[in-house]
């Protein structure tokens, strides 16, 4: 099977990269390497997958009209679609950059997709999406149309793309719903990586909404299976879809969105607590009010996801936060 994965340089996209290359995938690994955090870091983890034999990278933005289309003429089986501008805070300061990545991007990729017969595509959407809504476990039957940042905004937006080009070319898309994923290799710009850097320095650590939130955070490995199983699970019409009464997670479309969290949120302070421990080392707080666009508290209901590919996350946030400060220490020789 050939599958084109973009952002296979990002957190996520690499962790699924090298889990189907595992399993004997050709990947075709996309990315623009753009520098929304340290490149180097980036190149580090494409340097891990460039040495599969059956691995390929090309440096295309998805935004890049003529280049996707280029690209999508080489034919792929599947295409899992993580590359995106992310970040709930940063959309504050350059909303066009999330347009530009998350909108005209995914409309490149649709594109590529229904004209050259792709079999499935999966693609990244958010928790984020919830917005301000406050009955959890979220669930995907839900209505979502009340975003508090724009990066969610464009993810709804993905979602809604999705299903019509589903419905008009029958064309099996897979929405992910992802909640607050973090592991090896992750984002500088997320709080696990910021706080074990201040913490490690003898820095204060930015608490905000005074460590109130709670959030569902997800082991990346188990973000990576849940993507490869729903990437093998190709998504069909619902055919006891009511329209008097639309279920927003599924259609008379082949169309399905999933929620995939931990179903177990833990509090910022917990959270805090747990890489305190991990560390050796107390941290001191700066205690800060709620951030615009922030959501208060996430938790998944992801049973569609567990139904559908028989699989949920496991990993504990104890054993998933020493996994990162051990990979931290050695990746950072601290």
């Known amino acids: ?41 980036k190149q580090a983890r494409l340097g891990r997958l460039e040495g599969a034999p ?9 935004a890049d009209r003529d280049g996707m289309a280029a690209l999508f003429r080489e034919g792929f089986d599947r295409v ?32 590529g ?25 979220f669930s995907e039957h839900d209505s979502v149309d009340h975003p508090l940042a724009i990066y969610a905004a464009t993810k709804k937006a993905n979602e809604l793309m999705a299903h019509s080009y589903s419905h008009l070319y029958r064309l099996p ?65 619902n055919p006891e879809w009511d329209s008097d009464a639309p279920d927003p997670a599924t259609s008379d479309a082949p169309y399905r969105i999933y929620n995939i969290g931990n179903n177990q949120p833990v509090q910022l302070t ?7 421990e991990c560390l050796g080392r107390k941290a001191e707080k700066r205690m800060l009010p709620m951030q615009p666009g922030d959501v208060p508290d996430t938790y998944a209901d992801s049973g569609l996801l567990a139904e559908a590919v028989g699989y949920r996350p496991s990993t504990s946030v104890e054993e998933g936060v020493r996994r990162f400060v051990e990979w931290y220490r050695a990746y950072y020789r601290v």
């Open 1 to 41: 099977m050939k599958v084109l994965v973009t952002g296979a340089a990002g957190f996520i996209g690499y962790h699924v990269a090298a889990r189907l290359l595992e399993r004997g995938a050709q990947v075709v690994g996309l990315d623009n390497l753009n520098d929304y955090y340290d490149v180097s870091l």
């Open 113 to 137: 997709c229904r004209h050259h017969e792709v079999e499935h595509l999966v693609y990244a959407s958010t928790s984020s999406v919830y917005g301000s809504h406050t009955r959890m476990p």
């Open 173 to 237: 898309t897979t929405g992910l719903r992802f909640f607050t994923v973090y592991g090896p290799w992750g984002r500088p710009d997320m709080a696990l990586f910021k706080f074990t850097r201040a913490i490690l320095a003898g820095e204060p650590i930015d608490v905000y909404n005074h460590g109130h939130h709670q959030r569902d955070f997800t082991y990346v490995d188990d973000i990576a299976e849940g993507v490869v199983r729903a990437c093998d699970h190709v998504a069909a019409a």
């Open 80 to 111: 899992i679609h993580l590359a995106a501008q992310a970040g709930v805070r940063y959309s504050l300061e350059d909303p066009h950059a999330y347009v530009d990545a998350n909108v005209v991007g995914f409309m490149n990729i649709l594109e």
């Open 54 to 62: 059956n691995f390929r990278f090309v440096r295309i933005d998805v």
């Open 270 to 276: 917990r959270y805090i607590e747990v890489l305190e």
